[in-house]
C-alpha cells in the first residue's frame, strides 16, 4: 500500500498551530498535524452562498452573462418589459447601457465587455439578438425561429440557444453575426437553464418541473443523468458540460442547488433567498452568482456561489453598541470613523454630546449651543459642528478637542439640513436651507480653523444631501434638490473653488449622512425617491465617476448622524423616525479565509 509521502512527495508537517496561510484553492488538500489539538487537519473546499449588494431595479426573467467579479443583467420584468442593464464588479452594481429592444424572457451569455442577449418577449416572442461592448448594446442577426425563456449559453462570437416557449426542441448555433439551425434537442422545452459552451453544452430541467438534462457534443444531445429534484425557471452556472451547478427554480420558489460532475447530480448548500425566473449562466462551478428572479415578488437579491477552501464574506452592515439617547436630526457629515466618532445635537434642540470609540458610546461634555440638522466635519478629537436650527437658525460653529466644546467664527448666515466634509482646520458645508422659511440654499462656505468665507455656489440648490470628501475636493450627492425639492439623483465635485456634475446616482436618495472621499464615498439609507418618501436601507458607493450599490443597512432609517473619512470606515447612528433609533452600525468590508477542517478516521 502506498504511503502518504509516496503519493503527496512530502512528510505532513508537525505544527502547533495552522498552516500559516492559504491564499488561494491550490491549497485544498494540504494536511499537517496540529500537535496542540492532535488533530490531522488540512485545507477542504466547502460550498457557500453569500448575501452580496442588490442590484438597483426589482426584476425577473432576465438575461445574464460573464463571471462572479465582472458580470451583467439586462431586460426583464420590472413590472413591464424593461431595457435596464446593471453591471458587477464583484461588490456592487452600476447602471450600463440600455438595450435596443425592451423584453422579457430573454437569455444572455459572453462576458461583461463582450455580451449577447437573445430572444425574448416585447409584446411577441421575437428573435432580436444584441451584441455588447461593456458600454452599448448593438442589434446584430436575428433567430430563425422566434423564441423565449430557451437556453443559451458560449461566446459572443460562439454562442448555442436551445429550446424555448412554446416548448420547442429548436436549436440555433451564432458565430458572431448569425444564426444557424443545427441538431434539435431530444425533449423540447422552456423554462430550463444552460451551461458550457457552443460544442459542450448541457440543458438542465425546464417546464413543467422536468429532471431531465442533455449533453451537447457539437454535433448532436444526449440525456444524461436527472436532476435529484425536477424544476422549471432555475439558475446555473458553468464553464463546460461537465462542471456546474443547478440552483433554485419554481413552480414555487426553490432555494436547492445541485452540482454536476459531468455524470451526476449531488445536492450541495442551499441558496440563502430561494426563487425561480432569475438570471443565468453567470459564472462557474467555483464561483457562481444568483441575480434577482421573484420568490414570491420581484427581487434585488444578489448571492454569490463558492467551491473552494477560501470563504468569501461580502461588504456588510455589523450591528454595534447602541447610543445612550437614540435622537433624530442629529449632525450631519464625515465626522471621525468606525474607530472614533462623536454624536452631537438631535431633536428638542439637544446639547446632548457622546463619543464612540470603537467599542462603546461615553457621554461628554454637552455642546454650548442645543441645535438640531447641524453639519459636522473632522475628527473625534479635532471636529467641528456649524449651523443648525434651535430654535431658530444657528450661525455659531463650535470646534470639539475630544472632551470639551469651543465657539468658534460664525457662519455667515444661519444655515439648517447641510452636511459638512473635511477637517477642523479645513472644512465645508454645503447647501442646505436658510431664511426666511426654509428656502433651498445652494451656498457654500469654507472655514480656515478660524473664520468662514463664501466659496462656490453649488450647481443645485437643495438639503439634506450626502457629503464626502475635503475642502478642495468635496462631494455632494442626492438629497432634495429644486425646482421641486425631489429627492434627486444629481451629484457634484467640488475642487475648492467651483462645483462641477459628478455621476449620476443609480435611484433617488437621500436624508441621512454620507462618508469616504471624492473618489470613495458611500451614501447610507435615508429616505427613497417616492412618491412618497419611504425609508430605505440601501445604501450606494461612488469611485469619482459611476455610482454603485453596496451592502444595506440593518434597520431602515432617516434624519441620522454618522459619516467616516473612507468609504470602509463608515458608521451609522441614531434617526428614526418611529420608534427613533439608538443603535450604532459599521461597515465591514469584504473578507476572505482560509478554511481547515479536523480530519476524521471513525
Given at each position: 500500500m502506498a504511503t502518504y509521502r509516496e503519493i503527496k512527495g512530502l512528510k505532513v508537517p508537525y505544527l502547533d498551530a495552522n498552516l500559516p496561510s492559504a491564499s488561494a484553492s491550490t491549497e485544498e488538500g494540504g494536511v499537517w498535524y496540529n500537535s496542540i489539538t492532535g488533530k490531522l487537519r488540512a485545507f477542504v473546499a466547502f460550498d457557500t452562498w453569500a448575501t452580496s449588494a442588490p442590484i438597483s431595479t426589482a426584476r425577473n426573467v432576465l438575461a445574464g452573462g460573464g463571471i462572479q467579479t465582472a458580470s451583467f443583467i439586462a431586460g426583464g420584468n420590472t413590472g413591464s418589459a424593461s431595457a435596464l442593464t446593471e453591471e458587477y464588479n464583484g461588490s456592487g452594481w452600476a447602471a450600463?447601457?440600455?438595450?435596443t429592444t425592451a423584453r422579457t424572457g430573454l437569455r444572455g451569455c459572453g462576458t461583461l465587455t463582450a455580451g449577447?442577449?437573445?430572444?425574448?418577449?416585447?409584446?411577441?416572442?421575437?428573435?432580436?439578438?444584441?451584441?455588447?461592448?461593456?458600454?452599448?448594446?448593438?442589434?446584430?442577426?436575428?433567430?430563425?425561429?422566434?423564441?423565449?425563456?430557451?437556453?443559451?449559453?458560449?461566446?459572443?462570437?460562439?454562442?448555442?440557444?436551445?429550446?424555448?416557449?412554446?416548448?420547442?426542441?429548436?436549436?440555433?448555433?451564432?458565430?458572431?453575426s448569425t444564426w444557424?439551425?443545427?441538431?434539435?434537442?431530444?425533449?423540447?422545452?422552456?423554462?430550463?437553464?444552460?451551461?458550457?459552451?457552443?460544442?459542450?453544452?448541457?440543458?438542465?430541467?425546464?417546464?413543467?418541473?422536468?429532471a431531465i438534462?442533455?449533453?451537447?457534443?457539437?454535433?448532436?444531445?444526449?440525456?444524461?443523468?436527472?436532476?435529484?429534484?425536477?424544476?422549471?425557471?432555475?439558475?446555473?452556472?458553468?464553464?463546460?458540460?461537465?462542471?456546474?451547478?443547478?440552483?433554485?427554480g419554481g413552480p414555487h420558489p426553490k432555494a436547492v442547488v445541485e452540482m454536476w460532475d459531468g455524470t451526476s447530480w449531488t445536492e450541495t448548500t442551499d441558496m440563502g433567498t430561494a426563487r425561480y425566473q432569475k438570471a443565468q449562466s453567470i459564472g462557474t462551478l467555483s464561483s457562481g452568482l444568483a441575480v434577482a428572479g421573484a420568490g414570491p415578488g420581484l427581487l434585488t437579491n444578489t448571492e454569490e456561489f463558492a467551491h473552494s477552501i477560501l470563504t468569501y464574506t461580502p461588504a456588510s452592515w455589523a450591528t454595534a453598541a447602541s447610543q445612550n439617547s437614540g435622537l433624530t436630526q442629529q449632525s450631519s457629515g464625515t465626522l471621525g470613523s468606525k474607530s472614533g466618532t462623536v454624536a452631537s445635537g438631535g431633536n428638542g434642540t439637544?446639547?446632548?454630546?457622546e463619543t464612540y470609540d470603537g467599542t462603546a458610546w461615553t457621554e461628554t461634555n454637552d455642546l454650548n449651543t442645543g441645535r438640531y440638522w447641524a453639519a459636522q466635519a473632522g475628527t473625534s478629537t479635532a471636529g467641528l459642528v456649524m449651523?443648525?436650527?434651535?430654535?431658530?437658525?444657528?450661525?455659531?460653529?463650535?470646534?470639539?478637542?475630544?472632551?470639551?466644546?469651543?465657539?468658534?467664527?460664525?457662519?455667515?448666515?444661519?444655515?439648517?439640513?447641510?452636511?459638512?466634509?473635511?477637517?477642523?482646520?479645513?472644512?465645508?458645508?454645503?447647501?442646505?436651507?436658510?431664511?426666511?422659511?426654509?428656502?433651498?440654499?445652494?451656498?457654500?462656505?469654507?472655514?480656515?480653523?478660524?473664520?468662514?468665507?463664501?466659496?462656490?455656489?453649488?450647481?443645485?440648490?437643495?438639503?439634506?444631501?450626502?457629503?464626502?470628501?475635503?475642502?478642495?475636493?468635496?462631494?455632494?450627492?442626492?438629497?432634495?434638490?429644486?425646482?421641486?425639492?425631489?429627492?434627486?439623483?444629481?451629484?457634484?465635485?467640488?475642487?475648492?473653488?467651483?462645483?462641477?456634475?459628478?455621476?449620476?446616482?443609480?435611484?433617488?436618495?437621500?436624508?441621512?449622512?454620507?462618508?469616504?472621499?471624492?473618489?470613495?464615498?458611500?451614501?447610507?439609507?435615508?429616505?427613497?425617491?417616492?412618491?412618497?418618501?419611504?425609508?430605505?436601507?440601501?445604501?450606494?458607493?461612488?469611485?469619482?465617476?459611476?455610482?454603485?450599490?453596496s451592502a444595506t443597512i440593518n434597520t431602515n432609517r432617516g434624519n441620522t448622524g454618522g459619516g467616516g473619512n473612507s468609504q470602509t470606515g463608515a458608521?451609522?447612528?441614531?434617526?428614526?423616525?418611529?420608534?427613533?433609533?439608538?443603535?450604532?452600525?459599521?461597515?465591514?468590508?469584504?473578507?476572505?479565509?482560509?478554511?481547515?477542517?479536523?480530519?476524521?478516521f471513525d
Open positions: 450600463g447601457g440600455d438595450l449577447l442577449v437573445s430572444g425574448g418577449d416585447s409584446g411577441s416572442h421575437t428573435g432580436a439578438t444584441e451584441e455588447y461592448d461593456g458600454s452599448s448594446w448593438t442589434e446584430s442577426g436575428d433567430f430563425s425561429t422566434v423564441k423565449s425563456t430557451h437556453g443559451s449559453c458560449g461566446l459572443q462570437t460562439a454562442a448555442i440557444a436551445f429550446g424555448g416557449a412554446p416548448a420547442k426542441a429548436n436549436v440555433e448555433t451564432y458565430n458572431g444557424t439551425e443545427v441538431g434539435d434537442l431530444n425533449t423540447g422545452r422552456r423554462d430550463h437553464a444552460g451551461m458550457g459552451t457552443q460544442t459542450a453544452a448541457i440543458a438542465i430541467a425546464g417546464d413543467p418541473a422536468r438534462a442533455e449533453s451537447y457534443d457539437g454535433s448532436s444531445w444526449t440525456e444524461v443523468g436527472d436532476l435529484n429534484t425536477g424544476r422549471q425557471q432555475l439558475g446555473s452556472s458553468g464553464a463546460t458540460n461537465t462542471a456546474g451547478i443547478a440552483f433554485g439637544a446639547t446632548a454630546c449651523g443648525g436650527v434651535g430654535p431658530s437658525f444657528r450661525t455659531e460653529a463650535e470646534e470639539y478637542d475630544g472632551t470639551n466644546w469651543t465657539e468658534s467664527g460664525d457662519l455667515p448666515v444661519g444655515h439648517v439640513k447641510m452636511p459638512g466634509a473635511g477637517t477642523q482646520t479645513a472644512a465645508l458645508t454645503l447647501g442646505g436651507e436658510k431664511e426666511p422659511s426654509y428656502t433651498d440654499s445652494e451656498a457654500c462656505f469654507e472655514y480656515d480653523g478660524t473664520s468662514w468665507t463664501a466659496g462656490g455656489d453649488l450647481i443645485k440648490a437643495g438639503f439634506q444631501r450626502f457629503s464626502a470628501g475635503t475642502q478642495t475636493a468635496g462631494l455632494g450627492f442626492g438629497g432634495y434638490l429644486d425646482p421641486s425639492s425631489a429627492i434627486s439623483t444629481h451629484s457634484e465635485e467640488y475642487d475648492g473653488s467651483s462645483w462641477t456634475a459628478g455621476g449620476t446616482m443609480l435611484f433617488a436618495h437621500g436624508g441621512a449622512t454620507g462618508a469616504g472621499t471624492q473618489t470613495a464615498a458611500i451614501g447610507m439609507a435615508g429616505y427613497d425617491g417616492g412618491p412618497p418618501h419611504a425609508l430605505t436601507a440601501n445604501t450606494q458607493t461612488y469611485d469619482g465617476t459611476a455610482f454603485a450599490t458608521i451609522f447612528f441614531g434617526g428614526g423616525s418611529t420608534p427613533q433609533r439608538a443603535v450604532t452600525e459599521e461597515f465591514e468590508d469584504g473578507t476572505t479565509a482560509a478554511e481547515a477542517a479536523d480530519i476524521d
